[in-house]
């Protein structure tokens, strides 16, 4: 008999959540992220829709080879990551590995804790993967690589020069967002 995969982040909530679901479960961990922008280059094609390009983190072969194998042999898929955006991220990143048969296996499972009453009713209630989350964690990634991809440098010039550390330009989130509001107020002042 075939038994269910439930994929959390971490191998720990993989240990305490298969105390909690029996044997009719196997329960492996992500350990994070499975896909990213690549190191080495932008990874956005700014001529074209800011379209991003993911590759596998390095290190993380063995685990997308062991989701795959695990995938195939369960009768349902569980993707239980945080529920959040990069959560939501981790779920699509298994969605993208894995090929079209195992794909329609796949449902999205939410709790905020880590007990078994919470665990057993977020399996009750699958739901699917919320494409507006993972657009958003993609768009923060990409503007946090574009700008941080450009500045970085800027910064290692003008910075490490005078103090001999390293440092990045780093998420740039806030400021984007305080850009968009003083933009929307200065629409919203406007008198024609």
């Known amino acids: 008999m075939s038994k269910d995969l439930i994929l959390v982040e971490s ?3 993989a240990k305490t959540i298969n105390k909690y679901v029996g044997s009719k479960f196997v329960v492996e961990a992500t350990v994070g992220h499975i896909k990213n922008l690549p190191k080495t280059k932008l990874g956005i ?3 074209n829709d800011f379209k991003p390009s993911f590759v596998t983190i390095r290190g993380k072969s063995d685990i997308v ?20 955006r990069e959560g ?3 779920a699509q990143d298994v ?7 195992n794909r ?15 665990v057993n009713n977020a399996l ?16 923060r990634r990409a503007m946090d690589r574009i700008i941080g991809y450009k500045v970085s440098p800027f910064l290692w010039r003008a910075v490490i020069d005078s103090y001999g550390s ?7 989130q806030s400021v984007a967002l305080r850009l968009i509001c003083e933009r929307e107020d200065e629409i919203e002042r406007f008198i024609a």
């Open 88 to 90: 939501e991220a981790i």
């Open 95 to 101: 969605v993208d590995i894995l090929d079209d048969k």
């Open 65 to 84: 080879k062991k989701i795959k194998s695990l995938a195939s042999k369960s009768k349902n898929i569980f993707v239980a990551t945080d529920p959040d």
């Open 166 to 172: 390293s440092l990045s330009a780093g998420r740039v």
């Open 104 to 118: 329609e296996k796949i449902q999205r499972v939410l709790f905020n804790e880590i007990t078994k009453n919470a």
């Open 45 to 47: 094609d700014v001529d």
């Open 11 to 13: 191998p720990s909530k």
């Open 124 to 139: 009750k209630t699958p739901q699917k993967i919320d494409n507006h989350l993972v657009s958003s964690q993609r768009a």
